[in-house]
């Protein structure tokens, strides 16, 4: 009988390290591994297995995750069928987790390969190999857990302590034996980034600001000799700058500030004024910024039950209307929800800023970046619309009432003597045709009213409302007309309106004319 000749076996050899430690030796723990690997293989070429030229390594690269290119390429290799049997050092070479061992050993079995670990003799053929593979890596598992949760709790605690636990040197400081020292130089530049900031109040500013005086960014020289940094300061790495509390002399840990071992740089008063500006800037530039037309009070606007007003906007017949409208408060969903037509509150609003400040401004309204250097906070009540300036105590109280108005709300504000000005198109086109109804009784050719409404292609009893207008009082027409009509007065009020009196001074009265008498 011919003695039977064994199956070629086609051996990929996989190697890791978790550091980078050591891996520029001449002989490293890759080249050991790979070596002891390479010896098993030949010691069962008489089974027919051989190893591949392909090297499957990963240097530096922890075996908790599968992100790595070595390994990434043999299991590649594996379902194109180019390895039969993938062989380790120590099965924890190949993996730590649990999970990813499933999905390893689920490629394997579908392209019919297996893994052999040299140090450790299993077989992934059977139940049983498979069993004891998944006790290791069990334990292999809970030993990279718990080796990260003691590293997690040692940084922790050492941060408690106020210790500087490694990373980037933040501008204005230096490391020495893991403990931040001030630079005085650049000390200096961090004073007057925060100082800039409050006289300023944008980074934006405070950017432009900078690049003129010259100051620049903490110059750091890397391990392969190239040198980073030492230019203009970018907008988020101010905002980095701004709100590091390392600078108070505190080290921060999970969200929580402890007293540091090392100086701070800037005084608990500058930073908290520094911060306060920051939180309300970032408000407005969220609400604000993006729009496609500027809402001037965007941040600043909230209504009299406490809640956030925001921009929002309609479109009707092509036209868009801007709008601002409570947010809803899911712990109060009683509450009616506010919606204040944008361009009457900003009128308003920058009318008092131009009694109230030596502001002023080119065109109907001021910029946004003007409104914001002045105004803290405007609330609208029902009864009153509070504008709290910068730097002032009490807020300025205007009285102003709201009024709805058909399907929206508008601001009547007449202790401030201001009517806003606002043509209404469709009123304006109601008294054209009051005037209309007036001609047609005059004319001789209509015989009665009815055949005057017919005429006009209306009901008798709207033709005769409507006739009733067209006998107002001339300052009234001329008021609406020019868009200074009372802030209640809109078409379906006007169209809907009894018993009108026939006297102007009647009216005046009735209708809210009251300061054209």
């Known amino acids: ?293 500027s809402s001037l009070l965007a941040g600043i606007i909230w209504d009299g039950e406490g809640r956030r007003m925001t921009p929002d906007h309609a479109n009707k017949s092509g036209k868009r209307y801007r709008y601002y409208t409570s947010q809803q408060d899911k712990e109060r969903l009683e509450l009616p929800i506010h919606r204040l037509p944008a361009g009457e509150i900003e009128r308003l609003v920058s009318r008092q800023l131009a009694q109230s400040t030596e502001a002023s401004w080119d065109g109907p309204l001021p910029s946004r970046e003007l409104v914001l250097h002045h105004i803290e906070k405007v609330t609208v009540h029902s009864d009153r619309i509070d504008i709290l300036f910068v730097e002032a105590e009490e807020p300025v109280a205007i009285e102003a009432s709201l009024i709805s108005c058909g399907n929206e709300v508008r601001i009547d504000a007449p202790s401030q003597g201001w009517a806003e000005a606002r043509r209404v198109p469709s009123l304006i086109k109601l008294i054209a045709r009051a005037h209309q109804a007036r001609e047609a009784v005059r004319d001789p050719a209509n015989t009665s009213i009815d055949e005057a409404a017919s005429r006009m292609g209306l009901s008798k009893q709207y033709f005769c409302r409507l006739l009733r207008l067209g006998y107002l009082a001339p300052d009234i027409t001329a008021a609406i007309l020019d868009g200074k009509q009372p802030a209640h007065i809109n078409r379906q009020f006007l169209a809907r309106v009894n018993n009108l009196p026939p006297d102007w001074v009647g009216q005046r009265s009735v209708l809210g004319f009251i300061s054209l008498a």
């Open 1 to 293: 009988m011919r003695p039977e000749v064994a199956r070629r076996r086609r051996c990929a050899i996989y190697t890791r390290k978790s550091t980078e430690e050591g891996l520029d030796q001449s002989f490293n723990s890759l080249d050991a591994q790979r070596e002891a690997c390479a010896a098993f293989i030949l010691s069962q070429a008489h089974e027919g297995w051989e190893a591949v030229d392909e090297l499957y390594d990963d240097g530096g690269y922890s075996g908790g995750s599968m992100d790595r290119p070595g390994l990434e390429a043999l299991l590649a290799d594996v379902e194109a069928g180019k390895v039969d049997v993938i062989v380790v050092y120590k099965v924890d070479r190949l993996t730590r987790s649990l999970a990813d061992f499933a999905r390893i050993v689920d490629i394997l079995d579908k392209q019919g390969a297996s893994f052999v670990s040299v140090t450790q003799a299993f077989n992934t053929t059977n139940s049983m190999g498979r069993l004891t593979l998944n006790v290791l890596l069990s334990f292999a598992q809970f030993e990279r857990e718990v080796t990260g949760e003691r590293i997690r709790d040692k940084i922790a605690a050492s941060k408690k302590r106020g210790m500087w636990m490694g990373g980037v040197v933040p501008l204005g400081y230096e490391a020495k034996d893991r403990k931040l020292l001030i630079v005085p130089q650049e000390a200096e530049k961090v004073r007057t980034i925060f100082n800039r900031y409050l006289e300023l109040g944008s980074v934006y500013l405070l950017q432009e600001d900078l690049a003129e005086k010259g100051i620049l960014t903490k110059q750091r020289i890397l391990k392969d000799g190239r040198i980073y940094g030492g230019c203009n300061f970018s907008t988020g790495s101010l905002y980095q700058i701004l709100a590091n509390r390392i600078y108070l002399g505190e080290i921060v840990h999970q969200g929580k500030a402890y007293p540091g071992e090392h100086d701070g740089i800037i005084d608990r008063d500058t930073f908290e004024k520094v911060a306060s500006r920051l939180s309300l800037n970032r408000v407005r530039r969220t609400l604000g910024m993006h729009a496609v037309q």
